[in-house]
T-cell receptor, first 116, second 114 residues
Framework: GAGVSQTPSNKVTEKGKYVELRCDPI?????LYWYRQSLGQGPEFLIY????????DSGLPNDRFFAVRPEGSVSTLKIQRTERGDSAVYLC??????????????FGPGTRLTVL | AQSVTQLGSHVSVSEGALVLLRCNYS??????LFWYVQYPNQGLQLLLK??????LVKGINGFEAEFKKSETSFHLTKPSAHMSDAAEYFC????????????FGQGTELSVKP
């Protein structure tokens, strides 16, 4: 029934703090994606999970960013030592098996992160 | 590497007029192409996709797009704009062997005037 959900919807933090952003994919979807959307830009790929493992993390900007999906459903994006440049909307998407010839990626509403 | 260019960050049309949003792609292998729409305070929603079947793809809400390999284009059209079409539109490209990673364009904001 439910779509992709993300919590919190808004997060304000101070420079240098640690934040966690959560994504609940559509039940049964094995593929999960994180994207980042800066103001006035299109979404930018961060990381892709197939089940519990990160199949492609080539979009993570640096080692302050980390994501997990320990049980193959919920995923958490973790950002250490936040910087003002990390301010953006973080989008999560899920799809059934990760094959775009047959699948559709469904996006959540996003978490707006503001680093002061 | 794949990339997408959307020509025109803002497009304004009158209600009832033709909508044309431009997208050009770059890909070294046959691509999959997508158009997503983002309404204010909502998540991205898939309008339509091309995955190497018919080159003219019909989507939701009366939108369609045509894949033109010779022009490396995938422009989005709708014959008659409605006020409810006002939103941000994103073109995206992917290749199947990358596990569904999407590369998005910068987006085109569509305004519809009464």
């Amino acid at each position: 029934g439910a779509g992709v959900s993300q919590t919190p919807s808004n997060k304000v933090t101070e420079k240098g703090k640690y934040v966690e952003l959560r994504c609940d994919p559509i039940s049964g979807h094995t593929a999960l994606y994180w994207y980042r959307q800066s103001l006035g830009q299109g979404p930018e790929f961060l990381i892709y999970f197939q089940g519990t493992g990160a199949a492609d993390d080539s979009g993570l900007p640096n080692d302050r960013f980390f994501a997990v999906r320990p049980e193959g459903s919920v995923s958490t994006l973790k950002i250490q030592r936040t910087e003002r440049g990390d301010s953006a909307v973080y989008l999560c998407a899920s799809s059934l098996v990760g094959d775009l010839s047959t699948d559709t990626q469904y996006f959540g509403p996003g978490t707006r992160l503001t680093v002061l | 590497a794949q990339s997408v260019t959307q020509l025109g960050s803002h497009v304004s049309v009158s209600e009832g007029a033709l909508v044309l949003l431009r997208c050009n792609y770059s890909s070294s292998v046959p691509p999959y192409l997508f158009w997503y729409v983002q309404y204010p305070n909502q998540g991205l929603q898939l309008l339509l996709k091309y995955t190497s079947a018919a080159t003219l793809v019909k989507g939701i809400n009366g939108f369609e797009a045509e894949f033109k390999k010779s022009e490396t284009s995938f422009h989005l059209t709708k014959p008659s704009a409605h006020m409810s079409d006002a939103a941000e539109y994103f073109c995206a490209v992917s290749v199947n062997n990358q596990g569904g990673k999407l590369i998005f364009g910068q987006g085109t904001e569509l305004s519809v005037k009464p």
